[in-house]
């Protein structure tokens, strides 16, 4: 756990909550679940640790359009879920430091050689915010995050979709749609991943779909066909929903 | 840089997966002190204790257990005039590291190949007129009978707990297990695993048109387990983390479960990890090996003294170790000459995935070799030659896993977006994959060498592989894509989408595929078309045996883990009886 905020309220929860074996529910009248919740924080008290306060605002912006709130069931939203938090965090730790960086780079290589861009993700992204900032300006006259949601999904989209050209933006090595895939991929991870890596707040994204999480026995299920299974997802740190 | 020199050991085993775990007990068994060389980290127990393991995004998606592509990157073109591109992060295969290596996080699907696919060049010959397959398959036999090799397999397996339905035992065929296996000496050991809806519906349907499916052969065991070596293994109690997880219930056998715990309590071996060998060094007549070069955890460059050199580790880190240290002729794809780097081969996969509104899989409740497949399409069961390509699959539906990360959604579902917020909440668990994985040929420009352009961290060149798709493996797709189309349709789903290769395919390096690569360093019969005997020997250098997936002439449909615990076995025993009494080539060529 590398959260950065130090409520004393919420470090005494995370501490009880770790030395809590799997199994103990309850807790001065709230389930573990519940307190795990109100020990994340409040993902508009969170202070990024990686993303400058304007990429901060674009990861809140875009991650709040790749999984909105709302809609016919009853999923949470990226922001619901601290998912931003999720890919701070990464950007912040190890991540990418497994990626073999040795040149020659061949940044035009075919999509099917695979990764061939000679920045980290933690470039990419500040590259990839940037540029998508500097165009919404060109277009909107707007940073990505004051868009409405109509113009920030089709701003999205032609990141997606390499309409936004960075090449033309003075950028050789990266192409939009490389840059979205990190963005949505890390975003969906945060969205899924158990709730230590900061996202996934309450393992609502996991009720919704009606993933169990870390149980990881199921000897009298496996047997049982076509059989809904009946219980809520216990995470890592053994907190059930 | 001074070098740090060892004590000399009878043995020194480079790589400590499947392969080196079996050479090295069965070797310090017969009395002579080995030391095993691992150039990841140590992974015992305490390591995989629940809930650890039950964590989808460090061991899927950040690959926990595998090596980094920055220290074990290759390089990747389609054919000889192009440049090479480095694997910067994983994405068709991902090689283990550490203490039990790619043996650690399999899915534990333990088959054999058919006793054809063993001949495979004998039947090609028997079956197939001249000029129907391409000119350039350079397809070969392994070296051994089924006869000689059958033991082994049951050795193996009696290792691992393999659990299953026999098929044919002695010759007899049973009923409920695959009519195509080999015969067997000896029955599975344990019982299959229990099987999940997916694996019920697809049985049945397949059984009604006429096909044979059985239990997938499973090293997750379906009943406690006590191995030869004297290991326990736990019954499986289909936790969902299990191909690219250690297992937390150690019901998955691994070099861990089933036998690094008897051979960590021997005294005559002992074992080194971040112990990455850089070299084998060999006498000045290159016809015996002195022993291997190493960079030990603290950077010093050591030597290991040896009598005996076993290369166990990954197929690709295998033969480049052997290209680095100049152990038998490097291949030429022009002239044909060599034999280190020949008949590379990889394997490809594809299927269908089949969503119902109305039926809940649970695919969370599963082991990762939990399925029923069917092996009617492998080489001589189906009229090949008349469609003219050689090779074939075994068809599954298995259930590997359920996590959420990995969840497939019906086509049309948008990739982000309230729509793909709802596709997740109403998909999961509610579909099912119909899935081939497929034969791949060798061939004469298909092959493996050094890289003139990457290195790794010491300065070394990175192993190149020259691989694209041919035609052959193509049609082979396009005519599977046919027969699970069939499935498929007889099981009426909701809705379904494919995947197979087209005819125009290149390999992608972005999709996982599998770990199974194989070839480079070859069994055979003829040092000119081999770099090993049959008892995985140097043909050059005798006193160095290379066991693993290197060994395969071309690859077959079934896993390769039950051939390499196979083979390695079968090397184990033949430097016990022969080679200790009779130092010397074991094969005269």
Redesign the interface.
């Known amino acids: 756990m590398l959260l950065q905020k130090k409520t004393t309220r919420r470090k005494f929860l995370l501490g009880s909550l770790m030395a809590l074996p ?1 199994g103990t529910i309850m807790m001065k009248g709230l389930s573990a679940a519940q307190a795990a919740e109100m020990a994340a924080p409040d993902l508009l008290d969170y202070k990024p640790v990686f993303f400058s306060p304007d990429e901060w605002q674009f990861i809140m912006a875009a991650a709040d ?4 709130a ?6 949470p ?1 990226a922001l619901e879920t601290n998912v931003p938090i999720f890919i701070d965090q990464q950007m912040h730790g190890d991540f990418g ?6 040149g ?1 780079f ?1 940044v035009h ?9 000679p920045f980290r993700p933690q470039q990419i992204y500040k590259t990839g915010i940037r540029l998508a900032n500097s165009w919404c300006q060109q277009n909107h006259q707007k940073d990505f995050h004051a868009l409405s949601d109509q113009d920030k ?1 089709n701003a ?1 989209t032609q990141l ?1 979709k390499n309409g936004i050209r960075f090449a033309d933006m003075g950028e050789e090595s990266l192409v939009a749609s490389q840059f979205f895939g990190e963005l ?1 991929s890390d ?3 945060g969205y ?3 709730p ?2 900061g996202g996934n707040k309450g393992m609502k ?2 009720i ?12 009298e ?9 009946p219980l809520g997802p ?1 995470s ?1 740190q ?1 907190a059930r929903a | 840089m001074a070098q740090v020199i060892k004590p000399e050991v009878d043995v020194v085993v480079v790589g400590l997966g499947w392969a080196g775990s079996l050479m090295s007990i069965e070797l310090a068994m017969a009395g002579l002190t080995v030391r095993a060389l691992e150039r990841g980290g140590d992974r015992g127990y305490e390591e995989f204790a629940y809930p650890k393991p039950a964590d989808e995004y460090a061991y899927a998606v950040r690959n926990k257990v595998m090596a980094t592509p920055a220290e074990a990157a290759v390089t990747v073109r389609y054919n000889m005039s192009e440049t090479a591109l480095p694997t910067r992060k994983w994405g068709a295969f991902a090689p283990g590291t550490g203490v039990g290596g790619s043996g650690l996080h399999w899915t534990a699907v333990l088959i054999r190949p058919t006793p054809t696919d063993l001949k495979l060049k004998t039947y090609a010959d028997e079956a197939y007129k001249p000029g129907i397959l391409q000119e350039d398959m350079r397809i070969m036999d392994f070296p051994f009978t089924w006869d000689e090799i059958e033991p082994y397999y049951t050795k193996f397996e009696h290792i691992c707990g393999q659990s299953g339905k026999t098929g044919n035992l002695r010759g007899q065929i049973m009923e409920g297990g695959d009519p195509f296996e080999g015969p067997r000496s000896e029955p599975y050991p344990l019982p299959a695993l229990e099987d999940t809806l997916n694996s019920s519906m697809f049985a049945e349907v397949a059984k009604k048109m006429g096909y044979h499916p059985f239990p997938n052969p499973s090293a997750c065991v379906s009943r406690a387990w006590i191995n030869p070596y004297g290991n326990q293994i736990a019954p499986c109690n289909y936790c969902g983390y299990c191909s690219k997880y250690p297992c937390l219930n150690y019901s998955k056998a691994s070099p861990q479960t089933a036998v690094m715990d008897a051979l960590k309590r021997m005294d005559n071996f002992s074992y080194e990890v971040h112990a990455n060998v850089l070299k084998v060094e060999l006498h000045d007549d290159k016809k015996t090996a002195k022993g291997v070069i190493y960079r030990d955890a603290q950077g010093n460059e050591c030597f290991q003294p040896a009598k005996i050199v076993v290369l166990s580790s990954f197929q690709f880190c295998n033969v480049r170790l052997m290209l680095l240290s100049g152990i038998g002729k490097p291949y030429n794809p022009i002239t044909e000459e060599g034999v280190i780097g020949r008949n590379y081969a990889f394997l490809s996969n594809g299927g269908s995935t089949l969503f119902f509104k109305d039926k809940n899989f649970n695919p969370f409740a599963t082991a990762g070799a939990t399925g029923q497949m069917i092996n009617d399409i492998s080489p001589g069961n189906f009229d090949g030659p008349a469609l003219g390509f050689i090779g074939g699959a075994k068809i599954h539906s298995s259930q590997a896993t359920g996590t959420p990360i990995s969840t497939s959604l019906p086509k049309g579902t948008p990739a982000w977006g309230t729509g793909w917020k709802e596709g997740m909440e109403e998909w999961y668990g509610h579909s099912m994959k119909i899935s081939i994985t497929t034969t791949c040929q060798s061939y004469r420009d298909i092959y493996l060498d050094l890289d003139p352009n990457y290195k790794d961290e010491y300065g070394y060149p990175l192993l190149r592989m020259t691989f694209d798709w041919k035609q052959n493996e193509l049609k082979l797709q396009q005519y599977l894509k046919g027969i699970v189309g069939n499935i498929t349709k007889e099981l009426n789903p909701d809705s379904y989408s494919e995947s197979f290769l087209p005819m125009d395919a290149h390999f992608d390096l972005t999709k996982y595929v599998s770990t199974h690569n194989v070839g480079g360093a070859v069994m055979g019969d003829n040092p000119k078309t081999s770099a090993l005997n049959k008892f995985l020997q140097s043909w050059d250098v005798h006193n160095v045996f290379v066991p693993g997936g290197n060994a395969f002439p071309q690859n077959f449909q079934a896993n390769p883990t039950d051939t390499i615990g196979a083979i390695t076995l079968m090397a184990a025993q033949a430097i016990k009886d022969q080679y200790l009494k009779n130092p010397g080539p074991l094969v005269q060529a």
């Open positions: 799997v359009r790749l999984i909105p709302g809609g016919k069931g009853k999923a939203g430091e497994e990626i073999y960086m040795q020659p061949n290589a075919p999509a099917t050689m695979g990764y061939q861009i999904d999205l997606q949505l975003t969906k991870h899924l991943a158990d230590i890596y994204a996991w919704a779909m009606g993933f169990p999480g870390a149980r990881a026995s199921f000897t299920w496996v047997k049982q066909h076509n059989v809904p299974y216990v890592l053994g």
